[in-house]
């Protein structure tokens, strides 16, 4: 099935995560962590993004970056292709350890911006590998409360800080406090988790199926909506992407076969 065109912008900032295939590991010691750090301020250097958050788990990656004008898909492709390369080589193995393209969302407002940061710091948190998030030696969160090096010099501390006050002290303060509580009736909130289920559901697509409905169906849309629907685990959001129409239009032809779906 053809890849669909990534949404881009010059100078958007991204939540980033890259997975491994099927969800194998893909940092086996710290040493190819402190790689893939490495390798992310080299890109850093040749591209000119900003990275403003990370968190590296043992099977996937989380990344809030700004694009500040390079191409995202090719500073991740650099990236990925250079840690492969090294992690085959030293592990005597061949083959993806990437799962297929990485998945990426525009964070396009403040308060998305720091919500995604949270949910990035917490993940640690989240998997149970440790009860504090400033515990973990493998994410950026503990440089934003100055209780952890930047050895990498990776991180544009100012950029989140500043959102929340101009005052350092306190922007360091509310920032941990903002971290700490969890505010699930936040718009932010509920969009950002949304994306973590989209990206869980494109997890279990069975592509061939999708390729085989898609162009059996191609001048039919209202069919091919149908087949994607009945057949798939795919969102409403994702079938709609796929026959290229809004998620309104998807969910009226749906609706008008309800019988059929």
């Not at 962590?33 to 900003?50: C, D, S, W």
């Not at 909506?225 to 969910?251: F, Q, Y």
């Amino acid at each position: 099935m053809p890849r669909r065109p990534r949404i881009k912008s010059e100078n958007a900032i991204y939540h980033i995560i890259q997975r491994g295939n099927e969800k194998q590991i893909i940092f086996r010691e710290e040493e190819d962590k402190t790689r893939f750090l490495n390798t992310l301020k080299l890109k850093k250097h040749k591209y000119g993004f900003e990275v403003y958050c990370y968190c590296l788990m043992d099977n996937h990656i989380h990344l809030l970056v700004g694009s500040e004008g390079a191409d995202v898909s090719e500073f991740m492709k650099s990236i990925s292709v250079s840690y492969v390369m090294y992690f085959n080589k030293k592990y005597e193995r061949i083959g993806h350890l990437f799962q297929g393209r990485f998945k990426s969302e525009i964070v396009d407002t403040d308060k998305y911006f720091l919500q995604a940061s949270k949910y990035i710091h917490k993940n640690p948190v989240k998997a149970g590998i440790v009860d504090l998030p400033e515990k973990y030696k493998w994410s950026s969160y503990g440089i934003y409360l100055g209780v952890a090096r930047d050895e990498f010099r990776l991180i544009d501390r100012e950029f989140l800080l500043e959102i929340i006050s101009e005052d350092k002290k306190v922007a360091v303060e509310e920032y941990k406090k903002f971290v700490e509580f969890e505010d699930i009736t936040d718009e932010s909130y509920k969009r950002f988790i949304k994306f973590e289920e989209i990206q869980d559901e494109i997890k279990n697509i069975n592509c061939e199926l999708i390729e085989e409905i898609t162009r059996k169906y191609s001048l039919k849309k209202d069919q091919m909506i149908v087949e994607l629907r009945k057949n798939t685990n795919l969102s409403l959001r994702e079938i709609s992407k796929l026959a290229g129409i809004s998620a309104s239009t998807a969910h009226r032809i749906l609706k008008n076969n309800k019988n059929k779906a």
